[in-house]
Nanobody, 127 residues
Framework: AVQLAESGGGSVQPGGSLRLSCAAS????????MGWFRQAPGKEREGVAA???????TYADSVKGRFTISEDKDKNTLYLQMDSLKPDDAAMYYC?????????????????????WGQGTQVTVSS
């Protein structure tokens, strides 16, 4: 089974930046799709961004222009560069994965799109 481990969370002031990483292992298929989600206390898990088998990406409207998802396949690592952070971005951030070739959905990811999940990394945004 695919295993995912997030890192890079922390505390940052509004307007600051963080880069999250997700180390992946155990791939069975050569193609896959990965995504980032977040969940704040008392709120539903929200899809933030996804990167597809062809390298294209999608984002939630709330993060477009501020967050960038990328993947280094040589290192089996997924990244989320978060810039211009706002207090509303504070949450537990999770990476997720699914195996097999996946074409761009043209929408933000949904939790039931993915099979494998990491344990999460906390992001705090406050002054």
């Amino acid at each position: 089974a695919v295993q995912l481990a997030e890192s890079g969370g922390g505390s940052v002031q509004p307007g600051g930046s963080l880069r999250l990483s997700c180390a992946a292992s155990g791939w069975f298929y050569s193609s896959h799709c990965m995504g980032w989600f977040r969940q704040a206390p008392g709120k539903e898990r929200e899809g933030v961004a996804a990167i597809f088998s062809d390298g294209t990406t999608t984002y939630a409207d709330s993060v477009k222009g501020r967050f960038t998802i990328s993947e280094d396949k040589d290192k089996n690592t997924l990244y989320l560069q978060m810039d211009s952070l706002k207090p509303d971005d504070a949450a537990m951030y999770y990476c997720a994965a699914r195996e097999g070739y996946t074409s761009n959905w043209g929408r933000a990811p949904r939790a039931n799109d993915f099979v494998y999940w990491g344990q999460g990394t906390q992001v705090t945004v406050s002054s």
